[in-house]
């Protein structure tokens, strides 16, 4: 069951199917690896241990940061490090690159985190999160530069959530 708590934070409703993708990945490149080097006659303890801690490195690469969003504030958590953001607060939001584009926003505080833009396409509740706390920094007068590139984002995921339901309701 679900907790109504306004005040729970929202998470990425897709993380937990990357990261189980991610962690079959790494599991079926160490058995793989495991079982052609075994094949060969060629399988030893160090060359077993190499192959673990390969397959442990691709586990790392390929696991996606996972991105939650609570009343004004929004955190990425990587295996390493765990970035928060002041929503309320923002200073300035940029957008960076062209096909796999990123969101960075820096805060009031010193935050800074960089963020896939499809997270918050995908997760219609870390977007309205997102937006609240930005509404609030327009208000406050702290946000000084990315008001366009949130508004246009705000315009993306409207029209894309809009799309998905005529399409569900049969009307597209």
């Known amino acids: 069951m679900t907790s109504l708590d306004p005040s729970a934070p929202v998470g990425d409703r897709n993380w937990r199917g990357s990261a189980r993708l991610a962690a079959i990945c790494a599991l079926v490149f160490c058995a793989l690896s495991l079982l052609v080097d075994w094949d060969a006659g060629s399988l030893t303890l160090p060359r077993a241990l190499l192959w673990l801690t390969l397959s442990a490195t691709v586990l790392v690469i390929l696991l996606p940061p996972r991105v939650t969003a609570g009343p004004g504030r929004l955190t990425v958590s990587t295996l390493s490090r765990r970035h928060?953001?002041?929503?309320?607060?923002?200073?300035?939001?940029?957008?960076?690159?062209?096909?796999?584009?990123?969101?960075v926003l820096y805060d009031t505080h010193g935050g800074r985190l960089e963020l896939d833009p499809r997270v918050l396409t995908a997760?219609?509740?870390?977007?309205?999160?997102?937006?609240?706390?930005?509404?609030?920094?327009?208000?406050?007068?702290?946000l000084r530069q990315g008001t366009d590139v949130l508004e246009q984002l705000g315009h993306r995921i409207d029209m894309e959530t809009m799309r998905a339901v005529l399409t569900a309701s049969g009307l597209s």
């Open 123 to 142: 997760n219609p509740l870390i977007w309205h999160e997102l937006d609240t706390g930005f509404h609030r920094s327009v208000e406050r007068g702290t």
């Open 84 to 103: 928060i953001v002041r929503t309320d607060s923002l200073v300035a939001v940029r957008q960076f690159g062209g096909v796999s584009s990123y969101l």
